[in-house]
T-cell receptor, first 112, second 114 residues
Framework: DAKTTQPPSMDCAEGRAANLPCNHS???????VYWYRQIHSQGPQYIIH???NNETNEMASLIITEDRKSSTLILPHATLRDTAVYYC?????????????FGAGTRLTVKP | DSGVTQTPKHLITATGQRVTLRCSPR?????VYWYQQSLDQGLQFLIQ???????AKGNILERFSAQQFPDLHSELNLSSLELGDSALYFC?????????????FGPGTRLTVL
């Protein structure tokens, strides 16, 4: 079972910022927060990850609260192609990097 | 394009049969992971191989097996297929440097068991 809680669905207007929340209240010190998305039935696409600092890349920004119990993925200017299921995952540091537990995710619909 | 390739894209077979799914990881990646995604279960981790050796097992049935070859490609073998095995099967790869490492997913193989 996933260690994260996400809203099942969200809508966003095209061109606006999409803010996707994730709760991970039981996160431990060696666990990263990862975000992936899956467009229709394609393979999950890596977006971003972080440990405790906020992170930004060409796709998105990740804001992690100071207590690390929640995070927000921000797509700054959502487009129709950003419509997808977004997964928030916590994954432990360690030799056996297999702990990618995908939950139900958030289905983001970007509307014109 | 993640750099991970999977073949075939689609596979249709009958119950009781055996199939093999193939995955080629990104260049330089040592770890390969297999996942199953069915309509009612979401993405489930099956098994991980690192540099030819099995490293971790998830919810993999005994009828399923996998291996990773010296050239690092991997195969997932599914036998005695049942209707419930119909699903998308994804392969992912990562460099695996000993800490939390990003997994990159292939496009998947859609298996339909009739």
């Amino acid at each position: 079972d996933a260690k994260t809680t996400q809203p099942p669905s969200m809508d966003c207007a095209e061109g606006r910022a999409a803010n996707l929340p994730c709760n991970h209240s039981t996160i431990s010190g060696n666990e990263y927060v990862y975000w992936y998305r899956q467009i229709h039935s394609q393979g999950p696409q890596y977006i971003i990850h972080g440990l405790k600092n906020n992170e930004t890349n060409e796709m998105a920004s990740l804001i992690i609260t100071e207590d690390r119990k929640s995070s927000t993925l921000i797509l700054p200017h959502a487009t129709l192609r950003d419509t997808a299921v977004y997964y928030c995952i916590v994954s432990a540091v360690g030799y056996n990097n297999n702990d990618m537990r995908f939950g139900a995710g958030t289905r983001l619909t970007v509307k014109p | 394009d993640s750099g991970v390739t999977q073949t075939p894209k689609h596979l249709i077979t009958a119950t009781g049969q055996r199939v093999t799914l193939r995955c080629s990881p990104r260049s330089g990646d040592l770890s390969v992971y297999w996942y199953q995604q069915s309509l009612d279960q979401g993405l489930q981790f099956l098994i991980q191989y690192y540099n030819g050796e099995e490293r971790a097992k998830g919810n993999i049935l005994e009828r399923f097996s996998a291996q990773q070859f010296p050239d690092l490609h991997s195969e997932l073998n599914l036998s005695s297929l049942e209707l419930g095995d119909s699903a998308l099967y994804f392969c992912a790869s990562s460099v695996d440097r000993g800490w939390a490492d990003t997994q990159y997913f292939g496009p998947g193989t859609r298996l339909t068991v009739l």
